[in-house]
């Protein structure tokens, strides 16, 4: 098979959070006909144990721990380079030095690049033909948390947006095509790099509709007491944290107090100390890591995705979504499913409308419904298999002619996009 070099930010596997869903499965896809030589960053200790399993799946597998502590102290360097800090907390010379060698080794012609920050490995080979994937416009996040912080924080976040946005943008400009998970994130991207208008094409997440299927809903984790509404995703990441203290603290007292039964589960491994502190509110109960969430959703009557800082499609509202749970979904995130509010999902946009979604989903045919065509909504639209169709022809275009002409010339750009340090 034809060698291909794939590139992540973290490792891909176990498929256990948003991004290395994504980034899993579209491994796993091109793996079928490609021998994949992988390079990846391990941030997450308890995924050690699951590096064999990967390497299964590759004719190599180059991994490297990296501390997540100590990379953002080494970061800030880059305030004094002008490039964006996700840029240097990627940077290494030993995964550089990999990808070099495996380029020479194995004759690549071909890459996919998970997330911006690691396009830079391939700076140096220009020849080698790419998709990137850049999932969200990571920037715009950026973007979104500065007003909700003060100063210092406020202005980092602010830099980080428009540094980093100058090398997503160098990232499109090098690569054969370049992808976002929604129409959306797509009109985003160009509006915030007009040069680049039409290099980017939408890729969807989907489900594994097989394991996230309501046949494995196992042994329910409530007491036979309770009206459980449960929220999952890693507690450590910013929009999630935001979400499950905004919910709880603000939301489930007026939910509270039309269902005196109500709890909030918030399921997710690595919480924030501001997430362990919802417990105190004693009305909150945080998991940590869970072996298994399928029936934390299975078994709720109500799943919530409150994120009022996120991009994209989250694959917290298919998994519940595919498990036939009735989802409460953030307003600005419904433009991102391919579905119909008040059939497939609830829609909600500030306190009160979220907990009055909340209690109609207690109604038992309420939730029922809501249920059904959920699943048969993710049955329609989101599955992987059909959604990944498309690598396959793009993989396949002769290596002879681009699939797109070159868009906007790298002398164009910020100095923030080619500082190595």
Same mark, same amino acid.
């Given at each position: 098979?034809e ?8 490792l891909p ?5 948003g991004d ?11 793996a ?9 960053f391990?941030d997450?200790?308890?995924d ?22 100590t990379?953002? /102290? ?33 004759g ?7 997330c ?14 790419r ?7 990571d ?5 979104d ?6 100063? &210092? /924080?406020?202005?980092?976040?602010r ?19 370049? *992808? *976002?998970?929604t ?30 299927? &309501? ?14 509404? @449960?929220?999952t ?12 203290? %905004?919910?709880a603290?603000?939301?489930m007292?007026?939910v ?12 997710? /491994?690595? &919480?924030?100390?501001? @997430? ?12 940590g890591r ?8 299975a ?11 996120a ?17 409460v ?6 433009a ?14 500030d ?32 599955? %992987?298999?059909r959604?990944?169709?498309?690598l ?6 002769? *290596? ?12 164009? *750009?910020p ?7």
């Amino acid at each position: 098979m034809e060698p291909l070099l794939f590139l992540a930010h973290r490792l891909p596997f176990p498929p256990n959070k948003g991004d290395k869903i994504r980034s899993f499965h579209l491994l796993k896809h091109v793996a079928r006909s490609h021998a994949l030589h992988v390079g990846a960053f391990v941030d997450d200790a308890a995924d050690l144990p699951e590096v064999p399993t990967l390497a299964g799946m590759c004719a190599q597998l180059h991994t490297e721990r990296i501390v997540p502590r100590t990379r953002k /102290m080494r970061s800030l360097r880059a305030l004094a380079t002008g490039e964006a800090l996700s840029v240097a907390y990627y940077r290494s010379a030993a995964m550089q030095r990999w990808v070099d060698d495996t380029i020479a080794d194995h004759g690549i012609t071909r890459a996919v690049v998970f997330c911006s920050t690691m396009a830079q490995y391939l700076d140096p080979h220009p020849q080698v033909r790419r998709i990137v994937d850049l999932v969200d416009v990571d920037s715009a996040k950026w973007s979104d948390y500065a007003p909700r912080h003060r100063w &210092p /924080m406020s202005w980092l976040y602010r830099r980080e947006a428009r540094t980093l946005l100058a090398c997503e943008q160098q990232a499109v400009s090098a690569a054969d095509r370049s *992808l *976002l998970v929604t129409p959306a994130e797509v009109a985003l991207f160009e509006s915030l790099s007009p040069a680049l208008r039409g290099r980017v094409t939408a890729l969807p997440n989907g489900v594994d509709v097989d394991f996230f299927n &309501p046949a494995h809903a196992g042994t329910s984790p409530y007491a036979k007491d309770e009206r459980a509404v @449960v929220f999952t995703g890693a507690m450590d990441y910013l929009p999630n944290i935001d979400a499950a203290c %905004w919910f709880a603290r603000e939301v489930m007292p007026r939910v509270r107090a039309g269902m005196p039964s109500a709890r909030f589960f918030v399921v997710g /491994m690595n &919480p924030a100390p501001a @997430v362990r502190e919802l417990e105190g509110l004693g009305y909150v109960t945080v998991t940590g890591r869970v072996d298994d969430v399928r029936p934390w959703l299975a078994h709720a009557d109500c799943a919530v995705a409150p994120l009022r800082v996120a991009r994209g499609i989250q694959n917290k509202v298919l998994e519940a979504m595919a498990m036939a749970r009735p989802v409460v979904v953030w307003a600005s995130l419904a433009a991102s499913l391919d579905a119909e509010p008040g059939r497939d999902f609830e829609l909600a946009g500030d306190v009160a409308s979220y907990a009055a979604a909340v209690l109609a989903t207690f109604d038992a045919e309420r939730g029922r419904a809501l249920g059904r065509a959920a699943r048969a909504r993710i049955e329609q639209t989101y599955r %992987w298999d059909r959604a990944l169709v498309a690598l396959d022809d793009w993989l396949a275009e002769p *290596l002879t002619a681009r699939a797109l002409q070159p868009g906007l010339p790298t002398d164009g *750009l910020p100095d923030a996009c080619h500082a190595h340090g």
